[in-house]
Antibody, heavy 123, light 106 residues
Framework: EVQLLESGGGLVQPGESLRLSCTAPRFTLSNYAVSWVRQAPGKGLEWVST????????HYADSVKGRFTISRDKSKNTVYLQMNGLRVEDTAVFYC????????????????WGQGTLVTVSS | IQLTQSPSSLSASVGDRVTITCRAS??????LVWYQKKSGKAPNLLIY???TLQSGVPSRFSGSGSGTDFTLTISSLQPEDFATYYC?????????FGGGTKVEIK
């Protein structure tokens, strides 16, 4: 059962920006750590970023550090992934995923996922 | 921390016992989970804390191991189990997934 909903994917040119959104109709996202995981075409899963229950608890993969920013808007029950300076190699389906709980290790175990949103970076 | 999954693919028949291994480059205690991924679908959590079955997952799935060596076992492969399986370490950031094991029909 898909419990998270992503949006914001699309086709952009290299260097451009996109903002992905992740919302949860049935629970309060701010009570959990939320992560973004991507899968490039024909490749495996790659962890991108995690936002803990505290806004300053952010973690990024080296491949996106300095270009992507994760954040949340509690009033909208939404987590965002702001992606700047997109590269061809960022082309992937991006999934948001919820941790089993707010703290380690549950926060890093993903028990609910969205259906994914496709980001294509091409000139 | 790197994770090495093996095999990268396997062919098996319905009813077979299937074993997938995941080796960590350094000790990660029991901080390992397993997911099932079908094409076009979101990943599904099968096992957490190396050996605990996620609620709703059939009991034919089991996990074992600690430290650096982990195993996912499917005791009797069913048609709906043909998919790709990933391990993931959660001991420290960056979180890492194994390369995946594709289970195909023989």
């Amino acid at each position: 059962e898909v419990q998270l909903l992503e949006s914001g994917g699309g086709l952009v040119q290299p260097g451009e920006s996109l903002r992905l959104s992740c919302t949860a109709p049935r629970f309060t996202l701010s009570n959990y750590a939320v992560s973004w995981v991507r899968q490039a075409p024909g490749k495996g899963l790659e962890w991108v970023s995690t936002l803990g229950t505290w806004s300053d608890d952010q973690h990024y993969a080296d491949s996106v550090k300095g270009r992507f920013t994760i954040s949340r808007d509690k009033s909208k029950n939404t987590v965002y992934l702001q992606m700047n300076g997109l590269r061809v190699e960022d082309t992937a389906v991006f999934y948001c995923a919820k941790g089993r709980g707010p703290n380690y290790p549950e926060s890093r175990t993903f028990d609910s996922w969205g259906q994914g949103t496709l980001v294509t970076v091409s000139s | 921390i790197q994770l090495t999954q093996s095999p990268s693919s396997l062919s098996a028949s319905v009813g077979d016992r299937v074993t997938i291994t995941c080796r960590a480059s350094q000790g990660i205690s029991s901080d390992l989970v397993w997911y099932q991924k079908k094409s076009g679908k979101a990943p599904n959590l099968l096992i957490y804390a190396a050996s605990t079955l996620q609620s709703g997952v059939p009991s034919r799935f089991s996990g074992s191991g600690s430290g650096t060596d982990f195993t996912l076992t499917i005791s009797s492969l069913q048609p709906e189990d043909f998919a790709t399986y990933y391990c993931q370490q959660l001991n420290s950031f960056p979180l890492i997934f194994g390369g995946g094991t594709k289970v195909e029909i023989k």
